[in-house]
């Protein structure tokens, strides 16, 4: 071992560990206001850096630390895969790392802080996005996501989607390093101005907003029927708990993620239970269903039943990587073997669309039903939303990960959702936590993991035809972060090139000097 690697490891430990500093933001831990400055220690350790390079070491060792404790629940469907998840995605944080050594390193100047406010928010969420992308597991833990108790904060939600929560985060975190390591006056009002807007935007433009259009309301009644020993035990519990809204003014009744393992296309007399409690309630029922079909595969539906009987089904496209499929079975089958992965893979379905439900006084009722895993894709809801779906229901299954941040985490998700939609959500979890959201991502009601029961929300629904921001323009924060990361490349690839050539035709044979900073 050298010298130098020898000094550097204690550094990349510590880097590590500030990477794991950020996940105390999200529910579980709850710290949701540490969000504002969680990134500050791992921007120290990795401005320190002797080097780009180390700083970019540091940077892939801080994002692995993130993903390792953002997702250590997953230690039992995937076991010995999720180090290797945490160095995958690990590694799309060192270009943040190097950027940071690069652009926070001493001195600061003002043209550095300006760049580091633009470059350093680009950078992270370029790899957001990139971790996004469903093939490669999907977007949990996205930093915006932190901040779904605060309406105010949604506000930007509402223009941006998470993207533009996650990027004020990063961008305050960077001024607060500013404001903390600069020396010069100019760049700390400069970094007190940036960390001031990225405070009050969001609550601004929640003021200026004001609640989105809504027209009428809907009574939901969700339904969480707890831990029960079996899968007909856990029909019998749905049952029971459905029969007693019986005589209440509900207008749809949603039961979790695998309420019922009968495929219903089939199983005439489950299906004929289920068209008596819809008769008997007066409302709509939403059931999920987690079934053999028979092409002989499995798949999961969103089945929404009236008291004649089924009258449209949603299947769940975006499975949950080793969850419900193994990516690459043939290489990584073996996975199943040594964790609680998926024995075989579910069937995905081939398109998302509406689920054309009615109230009680037989309106229109177009609900955007997604499942599961599903509620943490922005585009998703946001295609819903733009579809005419007037209300957002999630039907969720986390019983496997019961004890630990997950459930909270995902329940979380909805409030996000709801700001970006300008749409009410709910979510029925077979095991908690079962929650519902206004359109601006308040919480109107919550049942916790350690019950059963059922809760009872009216919910103002969204005008027809109203849309958010973010609803009309999509993606637009994100695109802009990579289009921003593309540049920020291409500068620093030009200016490397530079010093080469200054460093005159022997350079090659010397070790690469780092670019002047600027």
């Not at 130098?4 to 709850?30: C, E, I, K, N, Q």
């Not at 996650?166 to 009002?189: D, E, G, I």
């Not at 993606?475 to 921003?484: E, G, I, Q, S």
Request: proline share 7%.
């Amino acid at each position: 071992m050298t010298l130098r690697s020898a000094l550097g490891r204690p550094a990349r430990y510590a880097s590590l560990a500030a990477g794991a500093v950020p996940v105390l933001a999200f529910p579980g831990a709850g710290l949701g206001a540490l969000a504002w400055v969680a990134l500050v220690p791992a921007l120290l350790v990795l401005r320190s850096s002797p080097n780009g390079r180390e700083a970019a070491v540091r940077g892939w060792w801080s994002g692995a630390g993130f993903i390792l404790v953002a997702m250590y629940w997953l230690t039992p469907s995937i076991g010995p895969a999720l180090p290797l998840l945490a160095v995958v995605f690990g590694a799309l944080q060192a270009p943040f790392g190097y950027a940071a050594h690069r652009l926070l390193g001493p001195p600061v100047t003002l043209r550095r802080a300006a760049g580091a406010l633009v470059v350093l928010p680009a950078l992270w969420l370029t790899a957001e996005f990139a971790r996004s992308w469903h093939a490669l597991g999907g977007p949990w833990a996205l930093y915006g996501a932190s901040q779904w108790e605060h309406p105010a904060v949604l506000g930007l939600a509402s223009v941006g989607g998470v993207w533009l929560v996650s990027a004020a985060l990063v961008a305050a975190n960077t001024a607060v390093v500013l404001l903390c390591t600069a020396s010069a006056l100019r760049v700390r009002v400069a970094a007190g101005a940036m960390a001031a807007l990225c405070l009050l935007t969001g609550p601004l433009l929640f003021a200026l907003q004001a609640a989105p259009p809504v027209s009428g309301e809907a009574t939901v009644a969700l339904v969480q029927a707890g831990q029960t020993p079996d899968e007909n035990a856990r029909l019998a519990a749905n049952v029971r708990l459905t029969r007693s809204l019986a005589g209440r003014p509900v207008d749809l009744v949603v039961w979790g993620e695998s309420s019922t393992t009968a495929d219903l296309d089939r199983e005439g007399a489950t299906l004929d239970r289920l068209r008596a409690l819809s008769a008997a309630t007066g409302a709509r029922l939403l059931a999920g269903e987690d079934a053999r079909k028979a092409d002989g595969r499995i798949s999961k539906d969103a089945v929404l039943i009236g008291p004649d009987g089924i009258e449209s089904r949603y299947r769940k496209i975006r499975l949950v990587p080793f969850g419900e499929y193994i990516p690459m079975r043939s290489a990584l089958g073996w996975i199943a073997g040594v964790s609680a992965a998926a024995g075989e893979n579910r069937a995905p379905g081939a398109a998302f669309h509406l689920l054309p439900a009615v109230d009680r006084s037989g309106r229109p009722l177009p609900v955007g039903a997604l499942i599961c895993f599903e509620s943490a894709f922005p585009d998703m809801s946001r295609a819903a939303a733009a579809d005419g779906a007037r209300l957002l229901v999630y039907q969720s299954s986390t019983s496997t990960f019961q004890s630990t941040w997950a459930p909270a985490q995902h329940a979380s998700l909805g409030a996000i959702r709801a700001a970006e939609t300008g749409r009410p959500v709910v979510q029925a979890a077979l095991t908690g936590e079962s929650v519902a959201y206004d359109p601006q991502g308040r919480r109107l009601a919550r049942m916790t993991t350690d019950g059963s029961g059922t809760a009872t929300v009216r919910l103002p629904l969204a005008a027809p035809g109203a849309r958010t921001w973010y609803v009309r323009l999509g993606d637009w924060v994100p695109y802009t972060a990579v289009a921003v990361t593309a540049g920020a490349a291409a500068v620093a690839l030009r200016s490397r090139a530079r010093t080469r050539r200054a460093a005159g035709p022997d350079s090659a044979s010397r070790p690469a000097a780092e670019p002047a900073r600027r």
